[in-house]
Antibody, heavy 121, light 110 residues
Framework: EVQLVESGGGLVQPGGSLRLSCAAS????????MYWVRQVPGKGLVWVSR????????TYADSVKGRFTISRDNAKNTLYLQMNSLRAEDTAVYYCARAGYNSGWHYFEYWGQGTLVTVSS | QSALTQPASVSGSPGQSITSSCTGT?????????VSWYQHHPGKAPKLIIYEVNKRPSGVSNRFSGSKSGNTASLTISGVQAEDEADYYC??????????FGGGTKLTVL
């Protein structure tokens, strides 16, 4: 059974940093692209970032580019999101998701339950 | 990039069919057959129900179907059931390994 468990969320002050983790199990982590998606409470889902299977290629939404860094440790089956220079508008539930592959890595096949990040003074 | 446009809410009685739309642009929905749909019960993990416009993952009920015409994708739920009450999000590939989601539609089963 595929399991994705996020951790690392919490309360942080504006301008601060936080690192989220996503522990993966039930599949061969090193062969799948992975994503981060966030949801502001009461609002819709927003794609944040993606990383390819060996970590050599990453992409970011414009709203987090230059502040967030996605990475992975395939030996530990863990995905990360380093978040720096946090702003109030980064307050959200952050989900990790495993990519699905058919004609390409173009959908979010499995999701974790999310971890809440609150940016506030 | 603005979110894909979804109606805020749709509703239907048990057994009815409902269709919800997802409108993008020629740069996303209209340019790629790479629209996916997700069911989200608040507090739980979102669930993939449709990928690549009209493909259903194994284990997803055949009551869920997807289609696309031009810049608009649609999700149809046939024979709506109480357990289908949830938020539904569309998502489109937008090129260069980026994605754009819709604002979500809340389905109410009357």
């Amino acid at each position: 059974e595929v399991q994705l468990v996020e951790s690392g969320g919490g309360l942080v002050q504006p301008g601060g940093s936080l690192r989220l983790s996503c522990a993966a199990s039930g599949f061969t982590f090193s062969t799948h692209w992975m994503y981060w998606v966030r949801q502001v409470p009461g609002k819709g889902l927003v794609w944040v970032s993606r990383i390819n299977s060996d970590g050599s290629s990453t992409t970011y939404a414009d709203s987090v580019k230059g502040r967030f860094t996605i990475s992975r440790d395939n030996a530990k089956n863990t995905l990360y999101l380093q978040m720096n220079s946090l702003r109030a508008e980064d307050t959200a539930v952050y989900y990790c998701a495993r990519a699905g592959y058919n004609s390409g890595w173009h959908y979010f096949e499995y999701w974790g339950q999310g971890t809440l990040v609150t940016v506030s003074s | 990039q603005s979110a894909l446009t979804q109606p805020a809410s749709v509703s239907g009685s048990p057994g009815q069919s409902i269709t919800s739309s997802c409108t993008g642009t020629s740069s996303d929905v209209g340019n790629y057959n790479l629209v996916s749909w997700y069911q989200h019960h608040p507090g739980k993990a979102p669930k993939l129900i449709i990928y690549e416009v009209n493909k259903r993952p194994s284990g997803v009920s055949n009551r869920f179907s997807g289609s696309k015409s031009g810049n608009t994708a649609s999700l149809t739920i046939s024979g709506v059931q109480a357990e289908d009450e949830a938020d539904y999000y569309c998502c489109s590939y937008a090129g260069s390994d980026t994605f754009i989601f819709g604002g979500g539609t809340k389905l109410t089963v009357l």
